[in-house]
């Protein structure tokens, strides 16, 4: 998920006073402050690297800089090698997936002689196939990125049609996968061009000057009126106007509207915390977690795999090794490739795996998942593992960063930066990849026939959305939480997926609210538990589908009514449709059907939403809870 930002102005007499000027454009310092101010707003969505590209009259190429890392190394580039003065501007901030976050795979990529300048927010998937055609007509490349193929075949385009609008919808329709595309060319130093498909651009509406964004974020500060770009639309911007088309090149409309919060709030795209928004974020997070996993004959593919498919055939055993919210996602990957690939899942707290002495051999594959990728007990586990002659692949979500380097495959999650300390819409990316890796190992070791295996990528794919309608029912679970504000104690039980759920839901509420909250395995409570249980406690239950597993569901409603004649107050988690339930429970907050292994990405949100609303309500920092850090680098 990255950051962009587009810019082009008739020119100002000073950006201080902000005095539109007017007949021929007038080239400034304007385009490089905005873009610059609007990627500070946008870092939240990459911090891999950052670069800008201009043009303006009498430039006859682009004038660009870009470099790895935050966005202050750009900037101080900048002072020491300024950019001319310009009229139109596009920046980038990035969130590396193809290629490694270095100064040349940063954006903007350029063509046509240095004349064309491209930024991009997505993947596309047939970039490899669109590689080698271009790479056989003679195009040269010099990054590891798939924006630069979107960059050389837009630049031929170009050459055939001169009309950089034609060009981009020409490009459009040759790419597969999600983009946002932003392009400039020195031909033309006031127009940007625009493209839109699976991935958001917005549009600011200024007086002498328009701008864009992958939110408002980018311009809010200069203007809070908007135009919403729809789907497979291309936008092109000058000073004055602002046109909008389809793919075809036929007329379209985008939908016009104001921004009702200032820039204050920009950084964190309108919503009250980072936290808030990254749970929002979540339908992205899945869907683009399982963007381009399956090749041109349908079956699935890992990001980077070096161990031979021999080797993984002969696995035995699979250990998976992490801490926290990453540990939990392990344990919902337990009952996944268990189920699909009848392997044993051993799931091990990335801190304990190497000092007990662990049986591990040249038939163990492990299985390492960190958000960051330089989580130093999983590190250390990871290289405990490969000393023992394990194969490893890890699941992160940071390009380049130590653990996927030291692991011989990788499975990124795509989930875009979590700004946030309290983990969320890295949880449900976790999930999503060990599903993938879970069928994956099912095709690679005949336990899934071909089909099996689509029909199970299908239900997935539907996933998304169902996420999206657990969020628009979640204002039933915030008033809730307000309303529970003063409690000290909650109890969380599940069963069968629902248990590491449960666990999940206990953890956020701890990080958040700092209060005494505890997920049991729903089987366990006449084992002790229940005495815990007294007269008004709060608890929640996560019920199994009725459509599931064979008496899960009968046996968790069981655990509603044994607890409730207890005077327990129960907030249960059920899926619609489920009218067993409705009777025993205090609280409902319904879920869309899904099937068993799959519901922990809805059954989750709920919690998340609780944990936050419960500590906002106590007034408590929600990004940044006390005593925690995002990333955990020593052991």
């Known amino acids: 998920m990255c950051g962009i930002v587009g810019y082009t102005g008739l020119g100002f007499v000073s950006a201080e006073a902000g005095a539109v000027g007017h007949g021929a454009p007038v080239a ?62 596009i920046g980038h901030t990035r969130w590396a997936t193809h290629g490694g976050p270095t100064d040349t795979n940063a954006h903007p990529h350029l063509a046509d002689g240095g004349r064309l300048a491209v930024i991009h927010n997505g993947i596309i998937e047939n970039f490899a196939a669109l590689r080698r055609d271009l790479s056989a007509d003679g195009v040269p490349f010099v990054s590891d990125t798939d924006t630069e193929v979107a960059a050389q075949l837009l630049a031929k385009e170009y050459r055939a049609s001169g009309d950089l609008t034609a060009a981009m919808a020409a490009t459009a329709r040759r790419l597969v996968g999600t983009f946002t595309l932003l392009a400039v060319h020195a031909d033309d130093p006031t127009t940007v061009v625009g493209a839109r498909h699976d991935s958001p651009l917005v549009v600011g509406l200024g007086e002498g000057e328009n701008f864009l964004g992958s939110d408002v974020a980018a311009f809010v500060a200069h203007t809070k009126e908007a135009l919403e770009l729809g789907q497979d639309q291309i936008v092109t911007l000058t000073p004055t106007s602002v046109d909008v088309s389809d793919f075809d ?57 070096r161990i031979d498919e021999a080797v993984l055939r002969a696995v035995d055993k699979i250990i998976v090794v992490a801490c926290g919210t990453a540990a939990y996602a392990g344990h919902v990957a337990k009952y996944a490739i268990e189920h699909w690939c009848r392997i044993p899942v051993e799931v091990e707290l990335a801190h304990e795996f190497r ?42 979500n940071t390009n380049g960063s130590t653990i996927p380097r030291e692991s011989d495959a990788v499975l990124y999650t795509h989930a875009g930066p979590e700004i946030a300390v309290a983990s969320t819409k ?210």
């Open 28 to 89: 400034s310092e304007r385009p490089l402050e905005v873009a610059l101010e609007g990627l500070k707003r946008l870092e939240y969505r990459g911090y891999d690297s950052a670069g800008v590209a201009l043009v303006g009259p009498g430039l006859e190429q682009v004038s660009f800089s870009k470099k790895a890392g935050k966005l202050g190394n750009l900037v101080a580039d900048l002072e020491s090698r300024p950019l001319p003065a310009a009229t139109a501007a």
């Open 355 to 396: 000092y007990r002495d662990p049986i591990v051999n040249s038939k163990t594959l492990v299985v390492a998942v960190s958000q960051s990728g330089e989580t130093m007990d999983t590190l250390m586990a990871v290289r405990h593992a490969r000393e023992q002659g394990a194969k490893v692949l890890a699941i992160v």
């Open 249 to 305: 090149g036929k007329p379209a409309q985008g939908k016009r509207f104001t921004v009702d919060w200032d820039a204050s709030a920009a950084e964190k795209g309108g919503f009250s915390s980072f936290m808030d928004k990254e749970i929002h974020d979540q339908p992205h997070a899945v869907a683009d977690t399982l963007l381009g996993r399956t090749d041109e004959a349908g079956n699935i593919v890992l990001d980077d795999l």
């Open 426 to 635: 890295a949880f449900l990316a976790q999930i999503t990849a060990a599903y993938i890796l879970g069928l994956y190992l099912a095709q690679l070791r005949g336990n899934k026939f071909p089909d099996e295996v689509a029909a199970i990528l299908a239900e997935l794919r539907e996933m998304p959305r169902k996420v999206q309608t657990v969020l628009e029912r979640s204002e039933y679970v915030r008033a809730t939480a307000r309303s529970m504000a003063d409690q000290d104690k909650v109890l969380f039980l599940g069963r069968h997926v629902g248990f590491p759920v449960a666990l999940e839901g206990a953890l956020k509420l701890k990080e958040l609210a700092y209060i005494h909250a505890e997920g049991f395995a729903a089987g366990e409570l006449k084992h002790g538990p229940i005495a815990l249980i007294d007269e008004g406690q709060p608890v929640f239950v996560i019920v199994p589908s009725p459509r599931g597993r064979d008496q899960l569901h009968s046996k968790v409603v069981s655990n509603i009514q044994e607890i409730r004649a207890r005077g327990a107050r129960t907030l249960v988690i059920a899926e619609d449709g489920d009218d067993e339930v409705r009777r025993y429970a205090d609280e409902i907050f319904w879920i869309p059907q899904a099937p068993t292994l799959m519901q922990p990405l809805l059954a989750v949100v709920p919690l998340q939403i609780f944990a936050m609303a419960l500590a906002t309500a106590k007034g408590l920092d929600v990004d940044q809870p006390r005593n925690l850090a995002k990333s955990v680098t020593v052991e």
